[in-house]
């Protein structure tokens, strides 16, 4: 199993979190930005720079993603595409997206698009706190110790 972020837009605190888990689980963590990400130094954590353009990191997370692998994205359509090659997701803010619910979400992404799209202002979501942190980092931990268990039968 290994952790991918798509790390453009993955917030620090976010990031800082997953590092631990990585170190204390020994798991791989893979970052995949248009921009080069540092990472602390360790043979677990790698930062993957991919070209610049229009989901380029999205697209290299999918191809290179086994079935099993955790992907942390706000990114409803790349969520989508994991799902649906059976990879796990976990949003920044927390909450798993499933099979159950992302279409929910991803029609909700195209609707607010299309508002967008009329000039309508949606504004964005808050800023991260210490709430949304633990919501992350009890989610991860759910996640990680479930298939953690399910490799080690």
Same mark, same amino acid.
């Given at each position: ?7 453009? !837009?993955?917030?620090?605190?976010i990031k800082e979190i997953i ?10 963590v893979v970052l995949v930005a ?31 993603? !086994? ?32 099979? !159950? ?15 967008? !799209? ?36």
């Open positions: 199993m290994k952790i991918w972020i798509d790390a453009d !837009a993955a917030p620090k605190m590092y631990r888990a990585s170190l204390r689980l020994k798991l791989e248009n921009s080069w990400i540092q990472t602390p130094k360790s043979r677990l954590i790698t930062s993957i720079q991919v070209g610049a353009g229009f989901d380029v990191a999205d697209d290299y997370i999918v191809e290179h993603c !086994a079935p099993g692998d955790l992907i942390i994205t706000a990114d409803i359509p790349l969520a989508s595409e994991v799902i649906e090659k059976g990879g796990l997701v976990l949003r920044p803010r927390g909450g798993p997206l499933t099979g !159950a619910n992302i279409q929910q979400r991803l029609t909700m992404r195209n609707f607010m698009d299309d508002l967008r !799209a009329t000039g309508v202002k949606t504004g964005g979501p808050p800023p991260m706190d210490a709430k949304d942190r633990q919501k992350f980092a009890s989610h991860l931990d759910k996640i990680l110790t479930r298939e953690l268990r399910k490799l080690s039968r």
